[in-house]
């Protein structure tokens, strides 16, 4: 015989049943013997619980139940059956729990265009950006979909529309560059780090958590292996002689090794813990520099945006661009396109080229068969 503390039965009534809390507490917790262990502590009979959802008057008894289940309730069934085992679950939660205090408390079958639309402009005037508007909605109108999924609800109301600009990413010009490696080198022992990471991060493209699982084996003749990416698989970014003085010293040194020290860590929470830490230390230095260098709508990611950007200004191919920063998806790759050259004249001297190729092939073939 199994017996569930209280989170533990909640858990399993939902992911067997699709049920809320508020019907555990209102509609099966009556029917079952609580054991009292301490004042806080209260275990309930695994069988008991099945029994109490298979009864049917439980259906019946629970319907009126049923029409107050709310946007918590679907957020919360989405993040047990979906979000908590993806790669970010840790930021998912973050969201889930930030719609939930908005959001939350919604009746489901109450839930229209007009409250959401209502809720996107109430966002807007409170400021935030729409790339964070934008996330917000597209994480209530998923756990919409599931509560529809379940029957919860009939229909999934429109989502409104959201314009996000992604045509353009903010990146470093060379006398920015400059002015902030300047900095880095007035702020002393404090700018030391930075000035490293800094210029690994502008000549490879890497992410923070990228550098941070780098290890001295990880760097070979011709490049760095960035390993277990965003995208999930590990990339071989050739190395420029800046970016590998820079590496070598950063590997080296005993601040950063203390601070990546457990990035590898068997247990993935710890591993979380670390590169949140490294993160934080990082953005908070690099605003001591900007703040020096006086370039002030910028942060320390924009670094990888100035390497891409370079990469495609300079002509590379899009897929090989995607490769080198290891997106996942090749739409993140298009937000550069718009800087890649546009001049049409390129594709005249490229047929010109081939044209002319062409009659050199004819002509030597008209050659070889005069002189036979």
């Not at 996107?120 to 597209?138: C, D, K, M, Y």
Request: charged letters at 35%.
């Amino acid at each position: 015989m199994r017996y569930l503390s209280h989170s533990e039965a909640l858990k399993f009534v939902q992911r067997e049943a699709g049920l809320s809390r508020e019907i555990f507490d209102l509609n099966i917790r009556p029917r079952l013997i609580e054991r009292k262990y301490s004042d806080r502590v209260t275990r309930f009979d695994q069988v008991a619980i099945e029994a109490a959802i298979a009864d049917p008057s439980f259906e019946e008894g629970s319907e009126m139940l049923l029409r107050r289940r709310t946007v918590a309730d679907a957020l919360e069934h989405t993040w047990e059956t979906e979000w908590c085992r993806q790669k970010g679950a840790k930021t998912q939660r973050n969201l889930v729990d930030q719609v939930k205090r908005e959001t939350g408390d919604w009746v489901l079958k109450k839930v229209d265009y007009n409250r959401i639309e209502k809720w996107v402009l109430e966002l807007r005037q409170r400021g935030l950006a729409e790339a964070t508007i934008a996330r917000r909605l597209t994480c209530l109108m998923r756990a919409l979909r599931m509560a529809k999924i379940k029957d919860w609800i009939s229909v999934v109301p429109e989502k409104p529309s959201i314009s996000i600009d992604n045509t353009r990413e903010r990146y470093l010009t060379r006398a920015e560059e400059k002015a902030l490696l300047d900095a880095c080198d007035r702020l002393g022992d404090r700018g030391r780090i930075m000035k490293l990471v800094m210029k690994v991060m502008l000549d490879t493209g890497a992410r923070i958590s990228d550098l941070a699982k780098v290890r001295s084996h990880d760097i070979t003749d011709d490049g760095v292996i960035f390993r277990d990416r965003k995208n999930a698989t590990n990339t071989k970014v050739p190395l420029t002689a800046r970016a590998r003085e820079a590496l070598d010293r950063l590997l080296r040194d005993e601040w950063w090794q203390s601070w990546t020290a457990d990035v590898h860590h068997p247990n993935k929470a710890t591993r979380d813990t670390e590169l949140k830490n490294l993160k934080d230390r990082l953005t908070h230095d690099f605003r001591l520099v900007r703040d020096e260098a006086q370039v002030k709508d910028v942060v320390l990611h924009v670094c990888r945006h100035t390497c891409i950007s370079r990469l495609v200004q300079a002509g590379m191919d899009l897929v090989k661009v995607q490769q080198w920063a290891g997106h996942k998806d090749f739409r993140m790759t298009l937000r550069y396109a718009h800087l890649a050259p546009t001049s049409l004249s390129v594709g005249k001297s490229i047929l010109e080229r081939d044209l002319q190729e062409s009659d050199n092939v004819l002509d030597f073939d008209k050659r070889r068969i005069t002189d036979g």
